[in-house]
């Protein structure tokens, strides 16, 4: 049943819908997107986060239509689920009459409800982070008709939790692709012997995950040491953005007790991440995206856990490895032979022992840029949705 109570909780705007053939679904990773996409296409951003309807008599025109399709299909396994947001939602993008929508937070429930009660364009979600155990839960609503994902290991897991994922696209990482365009001498010397990706948000660590910062703790705690009898270079990957570096920037104060630590504050536009990666002998994470994007790119990456937390071990049978440490005693001596032995390899040693496993998490560029598979995926889909249309129009007449 659609309930009043929530049409009363949406905020009310009035602007006119601009067509395009393009659909951006949500601001979040959108300009990644807007980015990699070819300068001919016609886009526009569908901005879904601030929970507001757009009351123009374009879009509300068009709401009766879903309003009497969310009736009459309310045994539907899809229909059942949609509410007025989605609605709304719907009257907007017929408005706006996109042949495609496209997302780059792929998981979003709303995305994937979308994808299989809208009828009227194709949709392609685009993953944009690395997804575990957690699949198992998330399950019930991953159903998207056409994902671009990372690897086969994504593949893999999917199919093996019983996602609805229809059609797989393995392509690689998009912002890794976007990354490789800027840079034309990626190997660079390394300017830094570690480098640590700090996974640190104010609200994780605060509250919603405790293990992730214990881990974190231990690893900075372990590395700082290494360091001090080992007379190496620290840097750090920064995780949060302008908004909230000052918390970082604290935390990290109370954290580090080594001097000469090279900070680097991530800026998504110029992959500042990705670069401090390339310029480091070796990186070691808990279990972030960008660590599995750098060893596909061939980079030396050493993941740890701390704990008896199996979300933040490496899955898919690649949790033991040179790649990996697995130690809930949390003992220093076990870290150190492990980062030593990565650390010891050359280039051709490391890529002989990690490609394989790399490569099954994440694409690499060599066999085709992501970029370009994704855009060969949008003409693709904006051309099936063109036919489709013509095919409709067709039977009417």
Same mark, same amino acid.
């Given at each position: ?117 809208y009828s009227t ?92 910062? *214990?881990?974190?703790?231990? =690893?900075? #705690?372990?590395?700082?040491? /290494?360091?001090?009898?080992? $007379?190496? !270079?620290?840097? @750090? ?70 704990s008896d937390d ?9 949790? *033991?490895?040179?790649?990996? =440490?697995? #130690?809930?005693?949390?003992? /220093?001596?076990?870290?150190? $032979?492990? !980062?030593?032995? @990565? ?31 994704f855009n060969e ?21």
């Amino acid at each position: 049943m659609l309930k009043l109570n929530s049409v009363l909780k949406l905020r009310l705007r009035f602007s006119r819908p601009v067509s395009a053939d393009v659909l951006i679904y949500d601001r979040v990773g959108s300009h990644f997107l807007a980015r990699a996409l070819r300068k001919d296409v016609k886009w526009e951003i569908f901005d879904v986060r601030r929970k507001q309807v757009n009351i123009h008599p374009y879009s509300m025109a068009r709401l009766p239509v879903f309003i009497y399709r969310k009736l009459r299909s309310r045994k539907s396994r899809w229909w059942k689920k949609v509410g007025w947001a989605i609605l709304f939602q719907m009257a907007e993008i017929r408005a706006i009459n996109p042949k495609l929508l496209v997302s780059f937070v792929d998981n979003s429930r709303s995305f994937n409800l979308l994808s299989r009660v809208y009828s009227t364009a194709e949709f392609l979600g685009v993953q944009n982070g690395f997804r575990g155990i957690e699949v198992a839960e998330l399950a019930p609503h991953l159903c998207l008709p056409n994902l671009l994902c990372f690897g086969e290991e994504v593949v893999d897991r999917y199919r093996k939790e019983n996602c609805n994922v229809s059609r797989f696209v393995v392509g690689g990482s998009l912002k890794n692709s976007l990354y490789m365009e800027t840079t034309t001498a990626r190997r660079q010397i390394s300017r830094y012997d570690l480098l640590w990706i700090s996974q640190f948000r104010p609200a994780r660590f605060d509250s919603t995950m405790p293990v992730l910062r *214990d881990n974190s703790l231990i =690893l900075l #705690d372990f590395l700082q040491r /290494y360091c001090e009898d080992n $007379q190496r !270079l620290l840097c @750090i990957a920064c995780s949060c953005k302008e908004r909230n570096f000052s918390y970082e920037y604290q935390f990290l104060l109370r954290q580090l007790r080594i001097k000469n630590v090279h900070l680097v504050p991530n800026d998504d536009n110029n992959f500042s991440s990705y670069r401090a990666i390339d310029m480091s002998n070796v990186t070691v994470t808990v279990n972030s995206t960008i660590g599995f994007e750098a060893i596909s790119r061939g980079n030396k990456v050493l993941f740890c856990n701390f704990s008896d937390d199996e979300y933040f071990n490496i899955p898919s049978g690649y949790s *033991d490895g040179p790649w990996a =440490l697995r #130690d809930s005693a949390k003992q /220093y001596k076990k870290f150190e $032979q492990a !980062l030593r032995n @990565i650390e010891n390899m050359n280039q051709k040693e490391w890529r002989s022992v990690s490609r394989k496993m790399g490569e099954y998490f994440v694409s690499p560029e060599h066999v085709s840029p992501t970029i370009r598979i994704f855009n060969e995926e949008v003409d693709h889909l904006i051309s099936k949705s063109r036919n489709r249309c013509k095919i409709s129009s067709s039977s009417a007449v």
